[in-house]
């Protein structure tokens, strides 16, 4: 059966051309996707991603669990409220989920998981639990929403509306969080842009929305989301990597701490790595005309075959961009050819990295 | 939605227009730019080129996807539009007068064939 977030009948309300997405009824655009994504990198917007889920691992093993569990090291996480990117993996090291780990405080982590595996990693997360014999217990937070607001706007946006919050978040640094009553606020996002992940009651999520409705801010839909993420060069679990692929060819090396044993013990799906190093690299691409790139097709270089894991039209650039994976000897500044629809045109080969905060870094 | 009584249409989500000298007129309905979302790019066929009909004629990508144009019937291309080059987005503003393409008839008869404008809503509300 497909879910819905508490605000399902706002989105329809608002016009939304609703889609399936992971299981859940989202809205992909409210009329116009690349009006919207400009909205983004020029002023802000706002996402319900309420369909991702918040898992609260507590308990005096927490730390424990999480030093085993994922890739990165939770013992980066010196002050509360800190985050960190990392991947799940699997034994033979492929990626169950990428998510972000908040510390709370002592014993208390937050996990944000993607929608379409969040079943999947709950089982995942409970199994080990069960193996381990640790004290810790993983709390899925389907009381609570999600609202992103993004955009070089956004944070003076959610001070005007939301009471206090200009004192308590002012002085954060990226990826930090802090808890300001019901709301957890974090420094965090999915669009190259600065502005909040808030997680709050369900309850509280319609009146919270329609305060930034009031104060201008656009509602954004996931086709928006899609290509900002792509202009940030971030990576789409399910199509830039899955269980299949290992997080060093999925360009996602830099949130993998493969330095001496955790407490002694090694994460999940490190001797897998070791075993396997790193066989493909995950670069970005640009067309200047003729088409747009997607996902899958096939990339020619002068060192092999590569493919495309993700591809758009970018409204910033006014071009095609996509992420792929390509030949460990390929570089920055290469050419290589696609073939789209029987037609080989020439990419460029640029890092995976295309937009951040509303400025071209081609 | 919008669907003009005076044109024809296909089950592939083309409008056919019939101009005074015989050619036919060729864009996509209003339905079908909603159906893509905001359009990117479009491929158009070369001028003399000939169809058969339900033959790939032309190419819209959106942001979200691309999608095959076909020729509505049996024809030769005559005449491209190739403003949409550099604003594929007049498709997503204004779906009928937006045409990608025309062209010359093999057989004039071919055009009755197609739907028009109550079929091709039935069509649509599927």
Redo the contacts between chains.
Sequence with gaps: MTQKTVLNETHRRLGA?MVDFGGWDMP??YG???EEHHAVRRDCGMFDVSHMCAVDIVGPDARAFLLRLIANNVDKLKTPGKALYSAMLNEAGGVIDDLIVYFVGDGIYRLVINAGTAEKDLDWIAARIAEWKLDVASIPRRDLSIIAVQGPNAKSRVWQVLPGTQAATEALKPFNSVKLGDYFIATTGYTGETGFEITLPAGETENFWQKLLNAGVRPIGL?ARD?LRLEAGMNLYGQDMDETVSPLDAGLDWTVDLSGPRDGIDFVGKTALLAHPQQKQFLGLLLDKG??L?AHQKVSTAHGDGEITSG??S?TLSQ?IALARLPLATAVGDSAEVDI?GKRLTVKVVKPCFVRNGKSLI | MNIPANLKYTKSHEWVRVEADGTVTIGITDHAQELLGDLVFVELPEVGKELAAEQEAAVVESVKAASDVYAPIAGTVTAVNTSLSDAPEAVNQDAYAAWLFQMKPANAADIDALLDATAYTACAAE
């Design positions: 051309k992909l655009h116009s996707q690349i086709g290509t088409g747009v997607r758009t039209f409204p095609s629809r």
